[in-house]
């Protein structure tokens, strides 16, 4: 279900990845102004949280009244991946 | 050559990766696996629906044999994709829901790594990749 109408648009002030991880533990985010350091690795100075959610795609919907403003939004869990990866054939 | 980091501590290689929208305007910076086991690199439909793209756009119907049964997915022509730092325009992803509980958007397979040499340092956290496809 579609739940955009139930989220306020917010933004969160600029913030370390420990400090997303802290306040919206095991939770996907959607974060911009991602002052990444290199392209290739995910280390960054800080970014803005507009999104939270223990769905993937909760963060997104709330996301949804910042596209116009971000072309970039970054899509990231902040607990522990634990993943068993089945095995694809086509 | 480039270098990629990864937290050697964790139970997979996890990456950042970058999927463009259909207009080239939009992008995710996304969590993804690296699988040398999976023959397509698949992104989560949650992703692709969020940057425009739909099932219209698709190219072919899939199925995964997985071991609760068959599954359906489809493969998408993205306008652009980069992992490693290197770029791939109109590269192909297999879309395809992963648990959300997984934590990560999608798995990196051999489609993307077969245009590559890389080098896998597990103890070190690091992979070292050099571009071979033109």
């Not at chain 2, 050559?1 to 139970?11: I, N, Q």
């Not at chain 2, 490693?84 to 790594?113: C, E, K, N, Q, T």
Request: net charge negative.
């Amino acid at each position: 279900m579609d739940t955009a109408l139930n989220y306020e648009p917010f933004i969160s002030e600029p913030l370390t990845w420990a400090e997303i991880c802290q306040r919206y533990p095991d939770q996907w985010v959607c974060l911009v102004e991602i002052d990444i350091i290199e392209e290739q690795n995910f280390e960054f100075h800080s970014a803005r949280v507009i999104g939270h959610g223990k769905t993937r795609r909760e963060p997104f919907v709330q996301a949804r009244p910042w596209r116009d403003k971000y072309d970039t939004i970054g899509h990231f869990y902040t607990g522990k991946i634990v993943a068993p990866v089945p095995r694809y054939f086509l | 050559m480039k270098v990629t980091r990864f937290d050697p501590t964790g139970d997979l290689i996890i990456v950042i990766g970058y999927l463009w929208g259909p207009g080239g305007r939009e992008k995710r910076p996304l969590s993804l696996a690296i699988d040398t086991g999976s023959a397509e690199t698949v992104i989560t439909p949650d992703v692709v629906d969020e940057l425009g793209y739909s099932p219209r756009d698709g190219e072919a119907i899939t199925t995964v044999r997985a071991a609760i049964g068959k599954e359906h997915g489809y493969t998408l022509r993205a306008a652009r994709f980069v992992a490693f730092g290197f770029a791939v325009p109109d590269f192909r992803v297999h879309v395809f829901d992963l648990a959300s509980g997984w934590g990560i958007d999608g798995l990196i397979g051999l489609s993307y790594l077969r245009q590559f040499n890389y080098e896998i340092r597990s103890e070190e956290g690091r992979i070292l990749v050099q571009r071979t496809a033109p």
